[in-house]
């Protein structure tokens, strides 16, 4: 599952356009810098491919590493 730090989008909407499961939209919630940042709408259908965050200019996607534990 992705990881978006919402501090540092833009609001570009790369990653939702780039999609290939089209499982990101636009929030409803601005950041600190006044940009909707994008959500997660079906986490079960994410397949980790990355190009989310390969697509992403400012850095705010990542992927955690197999065997991360997202829950800490």
């Known amino acids: 599952m992705i990881q978006i ?10 990653c939702v ?6 499982i990101l939209e ?3 919630v601005r950041n ?3 940009h909707f940042y ?3 709408t079906d ?7 990355g190009i989310c965050a390969t697509v992403c200019p400012e850095g705010a ?4 590493a197999k065997g991360d534990d997202l829950n800490g």
């Open 5 to 14: 730090n919402e501090r540092l989008c833009k609001d570009c909407k790369y």
């Open 17 to 22: 356009k780039f999609c290939p499961k089209q």
């Open 26 to 28: 636009t929030g409803s």
């Open 32 to 34: 600190s810098r006044g």
């Open 38 to 40: 994008p959500v997660v």
């Open 43 to 49: 986490p079960e259908k994410c397949i980790s491919c």
């Open 61 to 64: 996607i990542e992927l955690p």
